[in-house]
Each structure stands twice: as C-alpha cells, then as structure tokens.
C-alpha cells in the first residue's frame, strides 16, 4: 500500500461553488449559491456542492496514475462542505497482481471530518 | 409505479469537448494538469456526473423521462453516491457519445441515527460511441429522508 501525496485546497469560497455548478449546468440546486434559499431549507448558509470535492479526488487519483487509465470511479458523500472550509485530499494505492491499482481516497474538511470517500480503479499502465 | 428498471429515457448527444473538460477540471482546482494541457485528454470522471446535467436528464430535471417517475421530491432529495465504470479507456475529447437514462431501483432503509425511513433512488445512464460500443456507464443513488 502506497500512500498519495496529501493536498491541501481552500479555503473554499461561494464563487468556486458557483464556477463548479456553471461548468457542469448543475445550477437547480440553489442551496450551492443562494443563501435565502438555503435558510428555507434549514441550513445556515450556502454549502458546497458535493460533486465539486468528489471531482477533486477523481482529479487529485489521475494525476498520480493518468486520467486514460481510469477504469472506475465511486463517490459516497458523507458530509457537507461550508464556505471557508479548508480540505484535506488524500488516499492509499494498492496494486494487485495483475497491475490494476485500487485507490481508495478521502476528502476531509477540517481537521478530521470526512466529507467524501472516493474508491477508483486504474488498468495496468501500458494497458 | 411501474416496472424497475424502467425504459430508457429518449437517447441524447454528448460531445466530449475539450474546452468543457478544461473548464470542468479548472472548476475543480485544476488538480491534474493533463486535463488542460493535452490535446485530447480522457474526459475526467465527474464529466459523466456532468453530462447528464449538461446535456441529459436528472433528479431535478427529468423532462419527459422515467426519472420523472421516481418517488422523490427533487426538491428535498440529498446525492448519496455516484459512480461511473468504463469498460476501455476513458472517451476522449473529439469522441461524440450517445447517452440514454434510466430509473433502475428504489430501495427504502432505516436510519440507524434518525429512526426514519430513507428512500433511496438510483438511475443508470450508459454512454455509447459511434460504433454503438457501450464506453461508460454511470450510476446516480439520491436520497429523501420520509420521516418516523
């Protein structure tokens, strides 16, 4: 097992959650970039889209083993990320026998909050 | 409710553009550097969360479609898990796909913290290419908290 190399981003800021729901036209959910909106529904304020630090770990696994390898990709989201928030990216590589690399990864907000798990799989390189 | 998994929703085009591939990843911190700089790079993971927002349907936006009928308000459903599974290498920038959706499960749990029933949702898109070749298949699971 071989650990990646841990990444730091933020702190997050409302105009990357309205940069990320534009480039993918996720713009539905308005509690990502609308506070009124956000109160109605209970919470404090905006808080990030999930997606965003989902694609994060996706981005952060391919720039280690090549996006072109990819073979699979599952996000489960765990918790909410809120303006200001600094994140943590970081994951294990196991390699089986047969080359394919397993990565299992983790978005943490703070210190020790886990926000996204991320598990990927990569083809043998040269595959 | 009908039958799961459902029909498939009217196919729809997916142009895997270089230019949405370097916004997206910009969008996400640029963290792999290979999405920009490349003259066809893979299209990143999250493009096939992506393509269904920007060129099919969704929870929130199902249209005419079978997601329409799942037993959800879009308005109070929470994203649980998305997942997305090529058989090859990943499309690349230039390739040209067809998407098509469909619901595939609903599936009710109880909260171990809440006491409340969860209802869980899940759809399926498959991505194909020119050839008719299934490239991508994704897997999108919401959540609605029902209460006690």
Do not use: N
Request: net charge negative.
């Amino acid at each position: 097992m071989t650990a990646l190399p841990q990444r730091t981003v933020g702190p997050v800021e409302r105009t990357g959650f309205v940069r990320w729901v534009g480039a993918i036209a996720d713009v539905d959910s308005p509690v990502h970039y609308d506070r009124v909106t956000a109160r109605e529904q209970g919470y404090d304020d905006v808080f990030a889209p999930g997606m965003l630090q989902a694609a994060m770990l996706a981005d952060h696994a391919t720039a280690q083993f090549g996006a072109h390898r990819v073979r699979s990709c599952r996000w489960r989201f765990v918790d909410v990320v809120w303006p200001g928030d600094m994140l943590t990216l970081r994951g294990e590589a196991t390699e089986q026998d047969d080359g394919t690399i397993a990565v299992e990864l983790e978005c943490l907000r703070g210190a020790d909050s886990v926000a996204v798990r991320c598990w990927m799989t990569f083809a043998p390189d040269g595959a | 409710m009908s039958a799961l998994p459902s029909t498939w929703s009217e196919p729809f085009t997916v142009p895997v553009e270089r230019g949405k591939i370097g916004e997206i990843a910009r969008a996400a911190g640029l963290l792999d550097p290979s999405y920009e700089r490349e003259e066809r790079p893979s299209a990143p993971p999250a493009f096939f969360y992506g393509a269904a927002y920007l060129f099919g349907v969704t929870w929130e936006r199902p249209g005419d479609s079978p997601l329409g009928d799942a037993p959800i308000d879009p308005a109070a459903l929470l994203h649980a898990e998305e997942e997305v599974r090529f058989p090859g290498a990943p499309p690349r920038a230039g390739d040209t796909l067809t998407g098509r959706t469909r619901l595939e499960s609903v599936e009710e749990k109880t909260s171990r913290s809440s006491g409340h029933t969860l209802r869980f949702v899940r759809a399926t898109t498959e991505f194909r290419d020119a050839a008719g070749a299934v490239v991508a298949t994704s897997h999108t699971t919401a959540v609605q908290e029902l209460g006690a």
